[in-house]
């Protein structure tokens, strides 16, 4: 992934980049109900982590003495720029994570920490200085109680939205959209475009303009635009 893509895509909305998706037939790449816990804006390929349901015999607290335990190893794998995309089935009674793995997030250069489920130590997570981090919620309660992690970046749903490693997910204030890799550089563009325009639009509306001929804009409002535009 090319840092010039990274880059525009951390400076366009989840809801221009969703309108962008949509134009090009993907309709369900919103990952509704994460919100944002840090203020930082997100963009990475996403290097995914699965949850099945935990059960008693397995998950018990001794296993983590396991430094390859799967939760430990994604942390301790995931590429430098890539987001932790974690799939908890949408379940939230227990953490999917704590305080101490996103610092060591942070610490290896992720460029954000996504769940469908939840996150414990929420107060000290939203301290951190370069960590973008997205969840549903917050829980006490280790993940050992309700998920049990078993695959590494392998194609995933979060918050029911398919989630292939690779793809790129970009956060801002309101949530987090799923890029898919191969779409991600023309989306770019024309989301950044798409906010040019639209800039340009919210002038001419609060300048007293009518929807009509300006949202969307006919052919003498795009015109005005180009002129502005080479200034």
Same mark, same amino acid.
């Given at each position: 992934?090319?840092?010039?893509?990274?880059?525009?895509?951390?400076?366009?909305?989840?809801?221009?980049?969703?309108?962008?998706?949509?134009?090009?037939?993907?309709?369900?790449?919103?990952?509704?109900?994460?919100?944002?816990?840090?203020?930082?804006?997100?963009?990475?390929?996403?290097?995914?982590?699965?949850?099945?349901?935990?059960?008693?015999?397995?998950d018990v607290l001794a296993v983590y003495q396991d430094y390859d335990h799967p939760q430990r190893k994604a942390v301790e794998t995931v590429p430098p720029g890539?987001?932790?995309?974690?799939?908890?089935?949408?379940?939230?009674?227990?953490?999917?994570?704590?305080?101490?793995?996103?610092?060591?997030?942070?610490?290896?250069?992720?460029?954000?920490?996504?769940?469908?489920?939840?996150?414990?130590?929420?107060?000290?997570?939203?301290?951190?200085?370069?960590?973008?981090?997205?969840?549903?919620?917050?829980?006490?309660?280790?993940?050992?109680?309700?998920?049990?992690?078993?695959?590494?970046?392998?194609?995933?749903?979060? +918050?029911?939205? +398919?989630?292939?490693?690779?793809d790129v997910m970009v956060g801002d204030a309101e949530g987090v959209v799923c890029v898919p890799r191969h779409l991600a550089q023309e989306v770019a563009e024309?989301?950044?475009?798409?906010?040019?325009?639209?800039?340009?639009?919210?002038?001419?509306?609060?300048?007293?303009?009518?929807?009509?001929?300006?949202?969307?804009?006919?052919?003498?409002?795009?015109?005005?635009?180009?002129?502005?535009?080479?200034?």
């Amino acid at each position: 992934m090319d840092a010039r893509t990274i880059e525009l895509l951390k400076q366009v909305s989840t809801a221009t980049i969703s309108t962008q998706l949509l134009s090009r037939g993907l309709r369900n790449t919103f990952l509704h109900g994460i919100k944002p816990l840090t203020g930082h804006r997100m963009a990475g390929p996403a290097f995914t982590l699965r949850y099945i349901p935990a059960r008693e015999d397995i998950d018990v607290l001794a296993v983590y003495q396991d430094y390859d335990h799967p939760q430990r190893k994604a942390v301790e794998t995931v590429p430098p720029g890539h987001v932790l995309v974690m799939d908890c089935r949408g379940q939230g009674r227990a953490a999917s994570a704590g305080g101490i793995l996103a610092t060591r997030l942070q610490v290896r250069g992720a460029a954000g920490l996504v769940t469908d489920g939840t996150l414990r130590d929420t107060p000290e997570i939203a301290k951190l200085a370069a960590l973008p981090v997205y969840a549903a919620g917050a829980s006490p309660l280790t993940n050992l109680a309700q998920h049990h992690a078993v695959d590494l970046d392998v194609p995933i749903g979060c +918050a029911e939205v +398919a989630v292939y490693p690779g793809d790129v997910m970009v956060g801002d204030a309101e949530g987090v959209v799923c890029v898919p890799r191969h779409l991600a550089q023309e989306v770019a563009e024309a989301a950044s475009e798409q906010e040019r325009l639209e800039a340009f639009i919210q002038q001419e509306i609060a300048a007293g303009k009518p929807l009509r001929g300006t949202y969307p804009p006919d052919e003498a409002t795009r015109e005005r635009y180009r002129l502005q535009a080479d200034g």
